[in-house]
């Protein structure tokens, strides 16, 4: 128990709330980007613990909770469709 609330340490990612999906998943996106951009190339899986460190704290100070390991399993799953998605933005730019 949290704060006098009952808090289910098994949630999988599929109980979040779609608005929490979609703000997970931008967070994750967005610092994905962050470190392609800084780097000018994909993040290796060197990066992938920066990446997710950074989202996880996001979400955490939004009061979203789901297991890390939920976070980790979520992000390699997309991860192409963010690579996909930042190199589609950067071809716009130019």
């Known amino acids: 128990m ?3 609330r009952l808090i289910q340490t098994d949630k999988p990612f599929s109980q ?3 608005s ?6 931008e967070w994750l996106y967005q610092e994905y980007a962050k470190v392609y951009r800084a780097i000018g190339l994909p993040p290796d899986s060197r ?4 990446i997710l460190t950074a989202a996880y704290e996001k979400i955490e100070e939004a009061g979203i909770w789901i297991p890390f390991g939920e976070v980790r399993k979520y992000f ?4 192409t469709k963010y690579k996909k998605r930042y190199e589609k933005a950067l071809q716009k730019e130019n």
């Open 2 to 4: 949290v704060d006098g």
């Open 16 to 18: 979040l709330k779609q």
């Open 20 to 25: 929490q999906k979609e703000k997970i998943s």
């Open 47 to 50: 990066r992938n613990d920066a």
């Open 76 to 79: 390699y799953s997309h991860k």
